[in-house]
């Protein structure tokens, strides 16, 4: 997943367009550097361009990584899993997946914020399921909705696949997406679904302390990551700051819990001497090793990183009450309103919802499957016990305002 290749994008930190020329950022993620004389229009749009081009500026105008520690570390790949390659000969790797195909069958554009490295093998399989040919245009997923929006009516778009929830809720509240019908909102848990039916998710990812388990005891983490700014955890706590899914994790912060106790948070993180890493990856690696004791990512690392390695000493802590430390987010997928593809589109988020998809997500990206009655790998803790903030995730549309946060409090 994040740490295997360097195509994988997250969705909030790249770009793929033919139109911008792109840097390396954090994760290894391709940061959008816009050509001379192009600008995005920002009005409407503040909220998803405007943070792309605060991290294109923050990555690109400096050469290392502002923290009160810097630790070096590998490039890390993003915040979209991708498909494990050892799992390639599973079951859900070759499984048929189910679906209903369209009267018309057809062909239907995707705009996808998932990566061709995660997204590409479920294609064939797709397009088998439903009798649509799948032309799957893969980019940002920030960037993807911002040029739905600046594309309007003349979209080519009839399907959108988000790697963040906040970009749905973008979508939606412009209204560019249409309501998807009941019985297909019912497959999914309300907390991972739009409230007003615009969108639903499709696989899940939870935001944990992993910590060493040679070095401490669950019992001795913190009843909410609030604490963390303890002096008892002063230097031994390690984040990535310009990652996607920690910024989602702090917009939801925003959201849940102030502006005022947000930056008051971060301000103590940094005064307590957070160690920042470039991606996730190596901070679950730093915590292996012993060189931190606590870091913030989201759940799938350990499996990942495990997966890699071997046995290693560090387990993963769901802080309890509903602490915006256990945010759960999603990538979803949403139908393009107007879009004259909406019957492909349908037939093709049934199928994603279909068991074998969702096996596909379990088994080869340890995502949390949403759907279908479909268990998270052995070992994950299942959702309904984790005790995650109630939220609305079409609120974490707010990226704008926790990039230029974080810029204020000097964390990036």
């Known amino acids: 997943m994040d740490d295997r290749d360097h195509a994988r ?14 840097v390396t950022g954090n994760d290894g993620d391709e940061m959008a550097v816009l050509p001379e004389g192009e600008t995005f229009r920002i009005d409407r749009r503040m909220a998803l361009a405007g943070a792309l081009g605060a991290m294109a500026l923050s990555v690109a105008g400096r050469a290392g990584v502002v923290s009160a ?20 000969g599973s079951s859900a790797a070759d499984e048929v997946i189910d679906g209903t195909p369209v009267g018309s069958a057809g062909t239907l554009t995707v705009y996808s914020g998932r990566s061709e490295e ?17 032309e799957v245009r893969y980019g940002n997923t920030a960037e993807l909705a911002v040029q739905i929006l600046d594309e309007g009516d003349n979209s080519p778009a009839g399907l959108y696949i988000a790697q963040d929830a906040g970009a749905l809720g973008q979508l939606g509240n412009e209204g560019r997406l249409a309501p998807l019908p009941e019985d297909v909102l019912d497959l999914v848990d309300p907390r991972f679904r739009s ?11 939870a935001r944990v302390a992993a910590y060493n388990t040679d070095q401490l005891a669950e019992a001795d983490l913190p009843a909410s990551v609030l604490d963390l700014t303890d002096d008892r955890w002063r230097g031994q706590v390690g984040w990535a700051p310009e990652n996607g899914s920690f910024q989602a994790f702090i917009t939801a912060l925003r959201v849940l ?24 990856g190596s901070i679950l690696r730093a915590v292996a090793s012993g060189e931190i004791g606590v870091g ?3 759940h799938y690392y350990l499996y990942e990183v495990g997966a890699e ?11 309890p009450a509903g602490d915006p430390g256990s945010l759960i987010n999603v990538a979803g997928a949403g139908i393009i309103e107007g879009s004259d593809q909406a019957e492909q589109a349908l037939a093709t988020i049934r199928a994603l ?3 074998p998809a969702q096996r596909y997500f379990a088994e080869e990206t340890f995502e949390y499957p949403l759907a279908a009655g479909v268990e998270p790998v052995e070992g994950l803790t299942p959702l309904a016990e984790i005790d995650s903030p109630e939220l609305d995730l079409s609120d974490l549309d707010d990226l704008q305002g926790t990039i230029d946060l974080l810029v204020e409090v000097g964390i990036i």
């Open 9 to 22: 994008r997250t969705a909030r930190d790249h770009i793929r367009q033919a139109a911008t020329e792109t």
């Open 69 to 88: 520690q810097t630790a070096t570390a590998e490039a890390d790949p993003a915040a979209d899993p991708e498909a494990d390659p050892e799992a390639a």
């Open 118 to 134: 995660l997204v590409g093998p479920l294609v064939p399989r797709l397009e088998a399921a439903t009798g649509v040919d799948l």
């Open 195 to 205: 409230p007003d039916g615009f969108w639903v998710g499709v696989s899940g990812r």
């Open 257 to 280: 819990r102030g502006e005022d106790i947000a930056r008051e948070w971060l301000e103590g993180m940094r005064a307590n001497e957070a160690v920042t890493f470039e991606n996730n």
């Open 296 to 298: 913030l990512v989201n």
């Open 309 to 319: 390695e071997g046995e290693i000493p560090v387990a993963n802590h769901f802080f």
């Open 353 to 355: 919802l279909a068991e």
